[in-house]
């Protein structure tokens, strides 16, 4: 799954790299976590022909999937991700999966390893980011819920599938990343219906990520510092006293 996130590079940044034609300044977010605005991409209208402006917009929507024929969002889960093997025939995804993929960007995500009780372990932290840096954009599906009074939020919900080798020691679930080669054929939500898309929901390569052990300081939403990306330092046990260096014997004198 994805539980939280990071985005942390400038809107100058992302507007060159997801090809953006305008973006608002804002911070940079440590530790983005569901019910909290997310950044998503969406495809907008079509630009006159001959022009060389983008055409893909930048909107704020809820991190929770709300579907628009939920009459009482409080009486329905919290959906912050959807499962990309049955997003497609899901009643809750499937008209988000036809007319609203979106990306969203993200500089990388945690993500936690749970060891069994009987191993007496305990869960450890991990800073998952793109090997060679920069920002990723996962697989993302918006949905626009109206309340009786005719209010609307936009929400959204990240697309998640098995873990490649490299991310299946931590957790068996990764979420969807979506190359760069392949962001228009995802949001084109015009020409391109599901099918044509469920090629690109599969596990990324094992190469991409590399996964950095943190403290458990993420799991509380009020820390929001870069710290929490700081590689945990794992002490090395002191040696038995008396134990001499290379020899393997205890020395009693």
């Not at 969406?42 to 930048?58: C, H, I, K, T, Y």
């Not at 793109?130 to 996962?138: H, L, M």
């Not at 390569?205 to 929001?224: Q, S, T």
Request: glycine fraction near 8%; include cysteine; hydrophobic fraction near 40%.
């Amino acid at each position: 799954m994805c539980g939280r996130y990071a985005l942390t590079l400038t809107p100058e940044e992302l507007k060159e790299i997801l090809g953006l034609l305008e973006l608002g300044d804002f911070p940079a977010r440590y530790n983005i976590a569901p019910t909290q605005p997310i950044l998503v991409v969406v495809s907008g209208e079509a630009q006159e022909r001959g022009s060389n402006l983008p055409d893909r917009r930048a909107v704020l929507v809820r991190w929770g999937f709300t579907p628009s024929w939920v009459k009482d969002p409080k009486e329905f889960p919290l959906l912050i991700n959807a499962r990309a093997e049955t997003a497609i025939g899901k009643a809750s995804f499937r008209a988000a999966m036809r007319h609203r993929r979106v990306l969203v960007p993200a500089s990388g995500f945690y993500e936690w390893h749970r060891p069994s009780k009987e191993s007496g372990e305990k869960p450890q932290a991990y800073w998952i980011r793109p090997r060679r840096g920069g920002v990723v954009a996962f697989a993302g599906l918006m949905e626009t819920w109206s309340s009786a009074d005719g209010s609307e939020v936009d929400t959204g919900a990240i697309l998640t599938t098995a873990a490649n080798a490299s991310i299946a020691t931590i957790h068996d679930r990764m979420p969807v990343v979506i190359k760069p080669e392949d962001f228009a054929h995802w949001l084109d939500c015009k020409t391109q219906e599901p099918r044509d898309v469920a090629s690109l929901m599969q596990p990324t390569d094992e190469d991409f990520f590399e996964a950095i052990p943190v403290a458990d300081k993420v799991n509380k939403v009020a820390n929001m510092g870069a710290d929490l990306q700081t590689p945990l330092v794992v002490k090395t046990p002191p040696k038995p006293p008396g134990k001499k260096a290379g020899d393997g014997q205890l020395s009693f004198f």
